[in-house]
């Protein structure tokens, strides 16, 4: 892979948290997602799609045959993608308590900063 144009850092534990909790199958395809996403200049729409009316908030998607995963990030003076919480979508839209919660980390995360 080429020089990494940005860094990927994970904020508290969801995240690790959501990924053991996958199968190894699963785990190797989220890092090979997140590989992309520290690689690309430009990630593909198919890695990490913008949540419309989020306020910056944007989710790493994963698919493995038919089921798809998604986790949540954002990034920090555009350099930084902050992972947030993960989950495995079972329906069309992205239930809004994810988001919500993703939301509340995210608000968490810059209110930290600040101190």
């Known amino acids: 892979m080429g020089n990494k144009v940005r860094e990927v850092i994970a904020y508290e534990d ?6 053991k909790k996958q199968p190894e199958k699963v785990q190797n ?14 990630v593909p729409k198919n890695y990490l799609k913008a949540i419309t009316g989020s306020k910056g908030l944007y989710e790493a998607r994963i698919q493995l045959a ?26 069309q839209k992205t239930p809004k308590k994810e988001i919500d919660k993703a939301l509340q980390l995210m608000g968490k995360y810059y209110s ?4």
């Not at 395809?29 to 430009?42: D, L, P, S």
């Open 66 to 91: 038919s089921n798809i995963w998604r986790v949540f990030c954002f990034f920090d003076q555009g350099r930084l993608v902050i992972l947030l919480n993960g989950f495995a979508k079972k329906t």
């Open 14 to 19: 969801h995240f690790e948290t959501f990924l």
């Open 29 to 42: 395809k989220i890092f090979k997602v997140i590989e992309a996403i520290e690689t690309y200049e430009r």
């Open 112 to 115: 930290e900063k600040k101190k």
